[in-house]
């Protein structure tokens, strides 16, 4: 039986009935504010609370994965993420690659994702954010600070949630996090953290995977057909420190530390195998045992700043620790048969899974690296980077002996920006990392196996050119290798040559006029694969990779009515190989989503009401989950929020 969530109609009630708590205590959080346009550098890749855009985000970079390659970054230290770090607790999201990464010690290939953490605010304040789309998404969001004394404050969070996607699948999901910050001396910081999710009745939406090279037919719009007891169920948490230490003389100490958790009760897979031109189909239910994926990281950082009149040394000594165990195998294949796209499915499960054995998998991987940055002002500035690392990996297979696999090697980076003039810089890099390359897809004969890690290459340059005040263009060159992972002629997902991703960028950001701000930020990809075999044929172009990708965001202040604001985003998304023969490619996609905000106040209180109109032209077709299997996109829909801080 499902849960109950809040209904849509509860959702000004709530927010408004907030502004009766508490005193006019000063704004600690500031939800109401929350604006990706207005508040992002650049168009490579920002989120805030509900806003985002970009033309990168954490899955993809430049046609590969930064979470998967272990790019990932809390408060710029490292961290490994077995399951996302819940909203509660990140404030914003960055996409940092070119110019945009300059700066940051030991600059990765596939970019950086740095996450600001949502720190307790000087003052104690909360802001509470309420939501719901006409798809009859619902939720409820609170955050705030109680200040404790002058040195030491407690941040929290809690959301409720019913959440419909567009494939008519729902869930019912919560979350809560803690967040304390102490002073205990001058100049020293702790923030220690912890955020737990669980996700129920969460529907496993149907994977479409063709009889032949073509696209399957699409299916109704918003309508579940798959089995009812086929839901996911989920535990996922966070916990974790931050500290810094200044030591006088320019001597800075950070540290991080991260454990973060994912537990799966129960799952599914939702298969529709050998679909014909006029959707029939044969329906495949695959579940999975219960699962843990545990993951331990963190960076402890002494860093050196040294001012020299114009010029500025920074030197980084770094120490990464990772330690990592996965589970997966122990699947059950349940075929139910004969269906039809947008049929009802009504087969029952069996009344007790006969899972089979676990494998496991532990990765061990620490760094020790040396970086430097110099900046030379209004003369350019220099990053340099070097690291041993030292990494190994062991995995078990029920019935075989244990594997293992061992790497001890130098990865580094550098790069370079000069100041041409006082509005134009240019800038070149070079770096090498050792990354992960995620799972094998749902349909493949390893389905779920943590692929091998890696080594990947990039070279980039470029400039960034100050139209104005505020206003900057940023543009690009690049060029990645790594190993491409597709299908053998076992159907196994593996290393099968190499992909060489090489295109342009550009991110335009800042006010047009005082009331007018854009974000506009595009990529042009080239991508092949080169030296490929084992077996299966393999095409010029990797799967998933579109021609291009272009983002443009604007936000229109008017001059009617204060407080008003409009905005618009139009993306286009070029043409996409879809399977590894390069036989059927996902074609082009435009969307255009509207929307606007009004910021008023209520008794003193900050007030923000926001609408969007999401795909306003219906634009319906498939993305890609992996080579020659699809899911459908979202269709039209309408969403809101009442954003209050008090």
């Avoid at 929290?156 to 729902?170: C, I, L, Q, S």
């Avoid at 948490?237 to 950070?254: C, D, F, I, Y």
């Avoid at 545990?294 to 020299?308: D, F, P, Q």
């Avoid at 490929?532 to 044929?537: I, K, L, N, P, R």
């Amino acid at each position: 039986m499902r849960r109950t969530a809040p209904a849509v109609w509860l959702a000004p009630g709530l927010a408004l009935g907030a502004l009766a708590l508490g005193s006019a205590a000063a704004r600690a959080q500031d939800r109401s504010g929350d604006n990706a346009v207005t508040q992002a550098d650049d168009a490579f890749g920002f989120s805030v609370g509900r806003e985002g855009l970009g033309i990168y985000n954490q899955a993809d970079a430049r046609g590969f994965s930064p979470t998967d390659a272990g790019n990932v970054r809390i408060d710029g230290l490292y961290f490994d993420p077995a399951f996302d770090l819940s909203e509660l607790l990140v404030d914003s999201t960055a996409i940092k690659v070119g110019l945009s990464a300059q700066g940051y010690p030991f600059a990765a290939p596939s970019g950086i994702v740095d996450m600001a953490l949502r720190r307790p605010g000087k003052k104690s304040g909360a802001s509470l954010v309420v939501d719901g789309d006409l798809l009859s998404s619902a939720g409820a969001e609170l955050t705030g600070t109680v200040r404790l004394s002058g040195s030491l404050a407690l941040g929290y969070g809690a959301k409720v949630a019913r959440t419909a996607f567009p494939d008519g699948t729902n869930n019912f999901n919560h979350g809560q996090a803690l967040a304390l910050y102490w002073q205990p001396a001058e100049g020293i910081e702790l923030i220690p953290f912890w955020a737990l999710y669980n996700d129920y009745d969460d529907e496993s939406g149907p994977f479409y995977i063709p009889a032949g090279s073509t696209l399957p037919p699409l299916a109704p719009r918003r309508q579940y057909d798959g089995p009812d007891w086929a839901d996911f169920r989920l535990m996922a948490g966070t916990q974790g420190l931050l500290g810094s230490a200044q030591l006088g003389r320019g001597w800075t100490v950070r540290l991080g530390a991260f454990r973060s958790v994912f537990e799966q009760r129960t799952g599914f897979t939702n298969l529709l195998v050998d679909v014909q031109p006029d959707g029939s189909a044969n329906r495949v239910v695959i579940a999975d045992p219960p699962l843990r994926n545990v993951a331990l990281s963190g960076e402890l950082r002494l860093s050196r700043t040294v001012a020299e009149g114009p010029r500025q040394h920074v030197v980084h000594l770094s120490l990464r620790e990772r330690d990592a165990r996965r589970q997966f195998d122990g699947s059950v294949e349940l075929v139910l048969g004969p269906t039809r796209i947008g049929t009802p499915e009504d087969g029952l499960p069996p009344a007790v899974w006969n899972f089979g054995p676990v494998s496991k998998q532990r990765i061990r991987q620490d760094s020790l690296g040396l970086a430097y940055n110099g900046r030379w002002k209004k003369v350019g500035e220099l990053g340099l980077g070097l690291s041993r690392v030292r990494y190994r990996m062991t995995t078990d297979l029920p019935g075989e002996p244990r594997a293992e696999g061992r790497s001890d090697l130098w990865l580094y980076n550098a790069n370079l920006a000069a100041t041409v003039t006082p509005s134009l810089s240019l800038y070149v890099g070079y770096a090498r990392g050792l990354e992960e390359s995620g799972l094998a897809p749902p349909n493949a004969a390893n389905r779920n196996a943590p692929l091998p890690a890696i080594i990947t290459n990039q070279k980039d340059g470029g400039f960034r050119l100050a139209l104005g005040k505020k206003l900057k263009l940023i543009g690009g060159v690049f060029e990645l290798t790594r190993p491409n992972f597709g299908f053998d002629g076992a159907n196994l997902f593996r290393p099968i040559g190499t992909i060489r991703n090489r295109g342009a960028e550009f991110s335009l950001s800042g006010p047009l006029t005082p009331r007018l701000d854009v974000v506009a930020g595009g990529m042009l990809l080239d991508a092949r694969v080169q030296g490929a075999g084992g077996g299966a044929a393999v095409g010029r172009r990797p799967v998933g990779l579109p021609s291009h990708f272009i983002n443009l965001n604007l936000n229109w202040r008017t001059p009617w009515l204060a407080g008003l604001a409009l905005d618009s985003n139009v993306s286009f998304r070029g043409r996409t190989m879809a399977t590894t023969d390069n036989a059927v490619a996902v074609p082009a996609r435009t969307v255009v989503n509207l929307g606007a905000r009004y910021s008023f106040k209520v008794a003193g209180r900050d007030v923000t009401a926001r609408a969007q109109m999401i795909n306003l032209f219906d634009s319906y077709g498939f993305r890609i989950a992996g080579p020659g299997i699809y899911r459908t996109n979202g269709s039209r829909q309408a969403s809101f929020y009442l954003a209050v801080d008090f």
